[in-house]
């Protein structure tokens, strides 16, 4: 079931960034259209087209690394799962009770992953 699951969560993910993709290229076209409609006028706005362009390049780039950084954290966590066990110390009496919060992913999918048994089981099995 979890292989099943992480095999779903890949392909949404290659989803969402053919997604990515697409917007990419229809913000360059929708440039190129801007671009050419203000080619026409007079230099200033060239000018200010430029500047814009800049700010918009490196916006963009400063966003897609971030999107790429945060890429590779999911990647590396949805191919390597690891549990966290209690680590227990040498000494009781200075033992203190934590609880320990991890961060959990959600994804919306447009799909129901499993069936009511299935939800029935993995239900019953995180109870244990």
């Known amino acids: ?3 099943y699951k992480r095999q779903s969560l890949m392909k949404n993910f290659e989803e969402y960034e053919t997604i990515i993709e697409e917007n990419e290229y229809l913000y360059q076209e929708e440039l190129l259209k801007f671009e050419y409609e203000l080619s026409r006028d007079i230099e200033p706005v060239n000018n200010l087209m430029n500047s814009l362009y800049y700010y918009l390049n490196h916006r963009t780039d400063r966003l897609i690394r971030n999107i790429r950084y945060k890429e590779a954290i999911f990647r590396i966590k949805l191919n390597h799962p690891h549990s966290h066990g209690s680590s227990s110390s040498s000494s009781s009496s200075l033992k203190i009770n934590s ?12 799909e129901n992953l499993f069936t009511d048994e299935e939800i ?9």
Do not use: H, M
Request: no cysteine; aromatic share 12%; net charge positive.
């Open 120 to 128: 029935k089981f993995l239900s019953y099995a995180g109870n244990i």
């Open 1 to 3: 079931i979890r292989e």
């Open 99 to 110: 609880v320990s919060v991890y961060p959990e992913a959600i994804i919306k999918t447009s």
